[in-house]
């Protein structure tokens, strides 16, 4: 794993973050869940091309998913949940 697992869970993490606050974000939070997602898909395409293929690509995608989870679950959110309104 490596430096690859530590920046694709760093990676997932940032997404996470992204994905969880972008209407608190306002117009920034569309745009950057959306530079996000490009260099998702161009990490993507590059562990797929690259010599080990198909083994790397899967470690990175759990890797991935697996941060995304934990950082949803401990990400603070934004707003007050406990208002009326």
Do not use: E, K
Request: avoid cysteine; glycine fraction near 12%; charged fraction near 5%.
């Amino acid at each position: 794993m490596g430096a690859s697992g530590a920046l694709m869970g760093i990676f997932g993490a940032l997404g996470a973050f992204y994905i969880a606050n972008r209407r608190v974000l306002g117009g920034y939070g569309s745009s950057a869940v959306l530079t996000w997602a490009f260099w998702l898909v161009l990490i993507l395409a590059f562990n797929l091309s690259s010599s080990a293929g198909g083994t790397l690509l899967a470690l990175d995608l759990a890797l991935l998913l697996i941060t995304m989870m934990i950082s949803f679950l401990l990400l603070p959110r934004s707003g007050n949940r406990n208002s009326p309104f």
